[in-house]
């Protein structure tokens, strides 16, 4: 889309979630969307946060997506107590958004609630979430909320990684995996940043 086209679309998107209420879900989250996408002002981005917010009881979608905005915009945390991107992670998660699933499990992963983590990781990983899968393989090879190691149920959930969909050149080259290989060097390949501590940087940077 050329410049002059995206900033038309970019201004359609603003009004139309101006006029947009409770009952208009979809405008909401295709418009807030839009608007994401063009590295919004403040204004517009309290304009979007608000809406996503009134429908995040309604919307899992704009649940994590209120969420998302909240956590990386801590002035709009700091002018709201009520913005606190956690419970909005946890209501979607809990009605099935992956992509809040997987951010919970990072959240307690971070807090060391690991048996929690590895719970929200595998909710996130059985809808084919790349990085939950991946998170997995890392958690049962270190032995994280488990008693202890599964080398096995690590290469089980790396293969699922490995061979989703979304495994795209650019995730190859963070895991530096882009040369040709089979499932058991790559793994091999996983292990060894999994012990020199670059996995969890590759998630929290990709995520």
């Known amino acids: 889309m050329e410049a002059k086209e995206f900033s038309k679309a970019k201004e359609y998107a603003r009004?139309?979630?101006?006029?947009?209420?409770?009952?208009?879900?979809?405008?909401?989250?295709?418009?807030?969307?839009?608007?994401?996408?063009?590295?919004?002002?403040?204004?517009?981005?309290?304009?979007?946060?608000?809406?996503?917010?009134m429908i995040a009881n309604i919307s899992p979608e704009a649940g994590f997506n209120a969420g998302w905005i909240f956590q990386h915009n801590p002035r709009l945390l700091r002018s709201n107590p009520a913005h606190n991107p956690v419970p909005?992670?946890?209501?979607?998660?809990n009605r099935g958004n992956k992509e809040a699933q997987f951010m919970m499990g990072s959240i307690m992963k971070r807090f060391q609630n690991?048996?929690?983590a590895l719970a929200r990781f595998k909710e996130a990983a059985s809808q084919h979430h790349l990085g939950a899968q991946f998170a997995l393989a890392e958690m049962f090879l270190k032995g994280q909320g488990i008693q202890q190691s599964d080398e096995q149920q690590a290469f089980e959930w790396f293969q699922k990684g490995y061979q989703n969909e979304s495994f795209k050149e650019h995730w190859r080259m963070l895991y530096q995996l882009s040369e040709p290989q089979n499932e058991i060097q790559a793994f091999q390949l996983f292990k060894d940043r999994v012990y020199e501590g670059s996995i969890e940087m590759i998630l929290a940077n990709t995520y």
């Open 114 to 116: 690991n048996e929690v």
């Open 15 to 53: 009004v139309a979630l101006y006029y947009s209420g409770e009952e208009d879900i979809e405008k909401i989250l295709v418009s807030g969307n839009m608007c994401l996408r063009s590295q919004p002002n403040d204004d517009l981005l309290d304009q979007v946060s608000t809406r996503y917010y």
């Open 88 to 93: 909005l992670y946890r209501a979607a998660a």
